[in-house]
């Protein structure tokens, strides 16, 4: 119980690492607020899972909604310990035929929505002297990809982001952490391969970069971003942690 009364929000919780990270979390003992885009899809989550989860609807990229949602937070608990920004919008396109609206919007669902989250919520970690971060960025935040400008460029943003958060508030008792998943199973890799036109081969190609030969599962990343929300992960500061099968590794 690793988690035991600790009180946690996730964005992004309904589904993949998000859904993943909650059932995770509850697992060791959380208390969890689903801040999502879905909020029936958290719904139907929580009432699986319990009194543990709550919902609330926030859309990550309106400063509203997000204080909204701290205000919920902090109604019920008091006091926030853990935050994960894992909330996410992918684009599959050329620099040249995003629009502005298409980069708006994965620029501020990515990387706004974090910032916006740490506005409102860590001044109050920082007052108690304790809490965690964990930034859910992507493995297009490290490396290079076509096709990938606005994604890669707000994945790789957050990963500076949370290291800039650890540095300026590393004496503070809240810690910011990343973690960069690569190529996970989950819904929104669902939704990349039907935009290709054989799915079969896009699924194959996509389990190829992986050097252990397989796709990696939301579970596996939940077990990381898991670590960083414990006790486990004391001395980690800014660290950035990628779950990726061994891709960065070759």
């Known amino acids: 119980m690793r988690l035991l009364d600790r009180t946690c929000v996730v964005t992004g919780g309904s589904n993949g690492i998000g859904e993943a990270t909650v059932r995770r979390f509850v697992e060791e003992g959380a208390k969890v607020l689903i801040a999502d885009l879905d909020k029936a899809a958290a719904d139907t989550l929580a009432a699986e899972l319990g009194n543990a989860v709550t919902t609330i609807h926030c859309d990550v990229r309106?400063?509203?909604?997000?204080?909204?949602?701290a205000a919920e937070a902090l109604r019920q608990w008091d006091h926030v310990d853990v935050?994960?920004?894992?909330a996410g919008s992918e684009l599959n396109r050329s620099y040249d035929e995003t629009t502005v609206e298409e980069w708006d919007r994965v620029q501020d669902t990515d990387l706004k929505g974090p910032w916006?989250?740490?506005?409102?919520?860590?001044p109050h970690m920082v007052e108690r002297g304790s809490g965690s971060v964990i930034n859910v960025a992507s493995l297009n935040g490290l490396v290079g990809?076509?096709?990938?400008?606005?994604?890669?460029?707000?994945?790789?943003?957050?990963?500076?982001?949370?290291k800039?958060?650890?540095i300026e508030l590393a004496s503070s008792g809240v810690r910011f952490n990343?973690?960069?998943?690569?190529?996970?199973?989950?819904?929104?890799?669902d939704r990349w391969t039907k935009l290709m036109p054989d799915q079969g081969e896009a699924k194959a190609m996509l389990t190829g970069v992986m050097p252990i030969g397989r796709m990696g599962t939301a579970h596996e990343v939940a077990g990381a971003i898991l670590f960083f929300a414990s006790d486990d992960s004391t001395l980690c500061q800014g660290s950035v942690l990628s779950v990726d099968g061994g891709f960065t590794a070759q």
């Open 116 to 122: 916006l989250l740490c506005k409102h919520l860590v």
């Open 83 to 86: 935050i994960v920004n894992n």
């Open 62 to 69: 309106f400063e509203e909604d997000v204080k909204r949602v």
């Open 164 to 166: 800039d958060m650890a």
């Open 145 to 162: 990809f076509p096709l990938s400008s606005a994604y890669g460029g707000a994945k790789g943003g957050l990963v500076v982001f949370t």
């Open 178 to 189: 990343c973690v960069c998943p690569g190529v996970i199973d989950t819904p929104m890799m």
